[in-house]
T-cell receptor, first 114, second 113 residues
Framework: DTAVSQTPKYLVTQMGNDKSIKCEQN?????MYWYKQDSKKFLKIMFS???????INETVPNRFSPKSPDKAHLNLHINSLELGDSAVYFC?????????????FGEGSWLTVV | QQPVQSPQAVILREGEDAVINCSSS?????VHWYRQKHGEAPVFLMI?????EQKGHEKISASFNEKKQQSSLYLTASQLSYSGTYFC??????????????FGTGTRLKVLA
């Protein structure tokens, strides 16, 4: 069983569209994250949720809206997609508020905006 | 604010050693090391929690100097499978009870036969 799963794995869409990426973890973790990895391979945190509560919200355009229906799910909705949104988006989870525990990553969602 | 890793890239022959450094301008609570293969997600290698702590994982080990806000990853007798991009991940000390977890700039390592 995949510990952190995200869908879709690949997404090609046109500028201006709205899209969502879903993430689920079956590890029983209480903290989930979204990271963006750009073409230069930099991994940047976007959002962090602990028990459905937003605890980190980096400087991300408000076109990006995370939604956590329960602590096992953290979805990412993106409105009015732009070319610069093309990247790999990783969902991740850990068992506490990022103290000493490992972060487990999903396989990534490759988003291409054309 | 992002931890800086050095070198940015390194090419090795099989059997050679390498050191990857991670330096932060902020006080650190812990340091994690990850390796990412092309087209895949980062995979956890090890975590260091205490200042001065050193950990080992087969021929890969790491140290954490909390005072200097630095960590180093040591790869000895490198193998082809070590190729990938290495990231340090750091949990910054909380100011309000919540940690902030960010990744370093990355080091691309290529091992040649």
């Amino acid at each position: 069983d995949t510990a952190v799963s995200q869908t879709p794995k690949y997404l090609v869409t046109q500028m201006g569209n709205d899209k969502s990426i879903k993430c689920e973890q079956n590890l029983g973790h209480d903290t989930m994250y979204w990271y963006k990895q750009d073409s230069k391979k930099f991994l940047k945190i976007m959002f962090s949720y602990n028990n459905k509560e937003l605890i980190i919200n980096e400087t991300v355009p408000n076109r990006f809206s995370p939604k956590s229906p329960d602590k096992a799910h953290l979805n990412l909705h993106i409105n009015s997609l732009e070319l610069g949104d093309s990247a790999v988006y990783f969902c991740a989870s850990s068992s506490e508020r990022v103290g000493g525990n490992t972060i487990y990553f999903g396989e990534g969602s490759w988003l291409t905006v054309v | 604010q992002q931890p800086v890793q050095s070198p940015q890239a390194v090419i090795l022959r099989e059997g050679e050693d390498a050191v990857i450094n991670c330096s932060s301008s902020k006080a650190l609570y812990s340091v994690h090391w990850y390796r990412q293969k092309h087209g895949e997600a980062p995979v956890f290698l090890m975590i260091l929690l205490k200042g001065g702590e050193q950990k080992g994982h087969e021929k890969i080990s790491a140290s954490f100097n909390e005072k200097k806000q630095q960590s180093s990853l040591y790869l000895t007798a490198s193998q082809l499978s070590y190729s990938g991009t290495y990231f340090c991940g750091t949990a910054l000390r909380p100011t309000s009870g919540t940690y902030k977890y960010i990744f370093g700039t990355g080091t691309r390592l290529k091992v040649l036969a």
